[in-house]
């Protein structure tokens, strides 16, 4: 299967509709909903603005309408990028390392190397153009969140400070002077999470802010909105905190001692996807989702200077927001203006 897979004439359109059922189950999902959005309204000339999945429209229909052989480009596509140079590869198990070794050789070995280099988008997919703007969107659950979006260049090559990670746990503090705190005594907000972004790719990023509002905070999410800006304008009035990042340290360092045991699988495929970083060196790529190491206050300055009002979005998202829609998203008829 992964030498030599037989692509069979008769398996494609079997292929084409497992593709469509899945898209089908995600058409009610608000996660998959409001990413959808994210693409359609970011930047129509980068790759990130396409449709992420694929529907049976947009392959055995889009093919036939175009006069083109599915399966033939299916071919050319794997013939062109199944290469082992831009492959990762994790084997989890209880046998010995010498023999998970052997496996991974002899089973392995036979993907070729055909001198391809992994795609890096050298633009980013919001520019001024998609920054500045206010996005409502009908949702299917009974929920009311207000997200902020800010563009940043990519921030992968500096993995030992985590800039990401800093500037998260700060505005997604819930204790005392937090943003939390302050929305929460106000009746404004029950919940914040922030931090990149998990659709950012080689060659860019973004910082999210997630606030889940109550029905006052929606009424009230301009407010919201400044109390965000205020506490971020006091982080860049204070600089970057040794202290707090020492303190981000020593709880990564517990975490990653004291990691629960995920099942193989999850484990196989978090790896895999870690080992794309191509700025991680071997040894950092089993602690990289906790352990920090590196205090680099120029680096962190340079990051927050980016969250700012000039280079942000906003999505609101409600089932009863009182607005009139004036779009529909093509993909999973999503509301929005």
């Known amino acids: 299967f992964f030498i030599d ?13 497992a593709v469509d059922s899945e ?8 996660m998959w909903r409001q990413y959808q959005i994210e693409k359609e ?8 603005s396409l449709f992420a999945t694929g529907n049976y429209d947009t392959l055995s229909g889009a093919a036939k309408q175009l006069g083109v052989d599915l399966r033939g480009e299916l071919l050319d596509f794997h013939a062109k990028y199944y290469s082992a140079d831009i492959m990762k590869l994790v084997i989890v198990g209880r046998d010995s390392l010498d023999q998970l070794t052997e496996w991974a050789v002899s089973n392995f070995s036979p993907i070729r190397s055909k001198g391809m280099t992994k ?5 980013h997919p919001l520019t001024k153009s998609e920054m500045g703007k206010l996005i409502r969107i009908k949702s299917i659950r009974q929920q009311r969140t207000l997200d902020l979006t800010f563009s940043l260049p990519d921030i992968k090559p500096y993995y030992k400070s ?3 990670r800093y500037l998260g746990s700060l505005i997604g503090h819930e204790g005392k002077g937090s943003i939390l705190s302050f929305l929460k005594k106000r009746g404004w907000a029950t919940s914040i999470v922030a931090g990149r972004s998990p659709t950012s790719a080689e060659g860019f990023d973004m910082f999210k802010i997630t606030v889940s509002l109550t029905e006052t905070g929606m009424q009230s999410y301009q407010d919201v909105i400044r109390a965000v800006f205020a506490f971020i304008q006091l982080l860049l009035s204070k ?12 709880v990564s360092e517990i975490e990653y001692r004291f990691m629960e045991k995920n099942d193989t699988v999850s484990m196989a495929s978090v790896l895999a996807s870690t080992m794309q970083n191509r700025y991680l060196p071997p040894e950092s790529i089993l602690p990289d989702c906790l352990m920090l190491s590196e205090f680099n206050e120029d680096l962190l300055e340079w990051v927050q200077a980016f969250l700012n009002p ?28």
Do not use: M
């Not at 309204?41 to 990130?48: A, I, K, Q």
């Not at 000039?310 to 004036?326: T, Y």
């Open 41 to 48: 309204l970011s930047n129509p000339g980068h790759p990130f």
């Open 162 to 164: 985590k800039p990401g």
């Open 23 to 30: 898209h089908k189950k995600n058409i009610q999902s608000d």
């Open 310 to 337: 000039l280079n942000f979005r906003i999505l609101l998202a409600a089932r009863d927001l009182a607005v009139d829609f004036v779009s529909e998203e093509k993909y999973y008829g999503v509301n929005y203006r």
């Open 239 to 250: 600089g970057p905190q040794k202290w707090f990042q020492d303190e981000l340290r020593r």
């Open 5 to 17: 897979p037989l692509f069979a004439p008769d398996c494609t359109d079997r292929e084409v509709r």
């Open 119 to 123: 795609p890096v988008f050298k633009a």
